[in-house]
């Protein structure tokens, strides 16, 4: 499923509330391109979580995943956002004219993560990530 696309040539912040579905294989984002996706999570295997390096990924107020030096596999992905997370994803996205972020990856049929929020920021914005990340952790309370 496809819920919404983004302008291509943006590099963003995402916020939100989500877990990996009850499916063995989901994905966050992706694009109308097979070639992007971004933190894919599947069960048993050690493939790239994200189409290309260059990521910053936090989980629940704490940095993640951040290549090369604190890489993570599908099988991380899936493991440790089984249940509700916090994330923040600061990534570059189908950057090539002509493709848009999308929500989901329909063009391969991988179901979304279950996501209860989502805030998108331009890169450059002021607003601190640890302020946004309390804000809706305040909400959810996930974690202390």
Same mark, same amino acid.
């Given at each position: 499923?496809?819920? *919404?696309?983004?302008?291509?040539?943006?590099?963003?912040? !995402?916020?939100?509330?989500?877990?990996?579905?009850?499916?063995?294989?989901? %994905?966050?984002? *992706?694009?109308?391109?097979?070639?992007?996706?971004?933190?894919?999570?599947?069960?048993?295997?050690? *493939?790239?979580?994200?189409?290309?390096?260059?990521?910053?990924?936090?989980?629940?107020?704490?940095?993640? !995943?951040?290549?090369?030096?604190?890489?993570?596999?599908?099988?991380?992905?899936?493991?440790?956002?089984?249940?509700?997370?916090?994330?923040? %994803?600061?990534?570059?996205?189908?950057? %090539?004219?002509?493709?848009?972020?999308?929500?989901? !990856?329909?063009?391969?049929?991988?179901?979304?993560?279950?996501?209860?929020?989502?805030?998108? !920021?331009?890169? *450059?914005?002021?607003?601190? %990530?640890?302020?946004?990340?309390?804000?809706?952790?305040?909400?959810?309370?996930?974690?202390?």
């Amino acid at each position: 499923m496809v819920l *919404g696309t983004l302008a291509h040539d943006v590099d963003r912040k !995402y916020f939100g509330a989500v877990t990996a579905s009850v499916s063995s294989f989901c %994905v966050l984002f *992706g694009s109308n391109s097979t070639a992007d996706y971004e933190l894919l999570a599947q069960s048993g295997n050690t *493939g790239a979580i994200f189409d290309g390096g260059g990521a910053i990924v936090n989980r629940n107020g704490s940095q993640w !995943y951040n290549a090369p030096t604190l890489n993570k596999n599908r099988d991380d992905v899936w493991t440790d956002f089984s249940s509700q997370s916090i994330v923040m %994803v600061d990534h570059a996205l189908a950057t %090539v004219t002509g493709r848009t972020t999308q929500l989901g !990856y329909a063009n391969n049929g991988i179901p979304m993560f279950h996501m209860q929020e989502l805030i998108i !920021y331009p890169t *450059g914005t002021s607003h601190a %990530v640890s302020d946004i990340e309390d804000a809706i952790n305040s909400y959810f309370q996930v974690y202390t």
